[in-house]
């Protein structure tokens, strides 16, 4: 079973940065990427960000530039730095890990609220 945790979400004012970590725990065997989505009110999940196992990533074009997403593969965590934040940003982001199995694991989520 696996578990991922995630942190670092918050408040903050628009041009304001947040970094969010998610930690993966138990059977973390043969991943093929671990990435970042979210969902704001009313609207569908959306991809944020990917890391591949390789290590190529894939952006979502509205945060290209701005959001950075990194992993730590010692301690099976991905990070998502986001500067330049935008109202528009604001929503609950979740953590996802992929398995070459096919499966594929989430985290609870964690609210990122940017103000005007």
């Known amino acids: 079973q696996v578990q991922l945790v995630e942190s670092g979400g918050g408040l903050v004012q628009a041009g304001g940065s947040l970094r969010l970590s998610c930690a993966a725990s138990?059977?973390?065997?043969?991943?093929?990427?671990m990435g970042w989505y979210r969902q704001a009110p009313g609207k569908q999940r959306e991809l944020v960000a990917v890391?591949?196992?390789?290590?190529?990533?894939n952006y979502a074009d509205s945060v290209k530039g701005r959001f950075t997403i990194s992993k730590v593969n010692t301690n099976n965590a991905v990070y998502l730095q986001m500067n330049s934040l935008k109202p528009e940003d604001t929503a609950v982001y979740y953590c996802r890990v992929d398995f070459r199995s096919g499966r594929n694991a989430w985290g609870q989520g964690t609210q990122v609220t940017v103000s005007s």
């Open positions: 890391m591949a196992n390789g290590g190529s990533t």
């Open positions: 138990g059977s973390i065997y043969l991943v093929e990427d």
